[in-house]
């Protein structure tokens, strides 16, 4: 495994906690995601962000 991610609405705020809870961070939004009300945030955890902690 290389890499986590996980799109999220950016207005859950408690899903957004959970993410960064669990160590994954911000690394960009997604203007082109399916939803119809807007754009998705995605975060992600990396094999050398995991090994690091």
């Known amino acids: 495994m290389n890499r986590v991610q996980a799109d999220v609405d ?3 705020r408690a899903s957004v906690r959970v993410l960064e809870k669990t160590g994954l961070r ?3 939004t997604d203007e082109r995601s399916e939803r119809a009300e807007g754009r ?3 975060y992600v955890l990396t094999a050398a962000e995991l090994s690091a902690r």
């Open 10 to 12: 950016p207005g859950n």
């Open 40 to 42: 998705l945030h995605r």
């Open 26 to 28: 911000l690394a960009g």
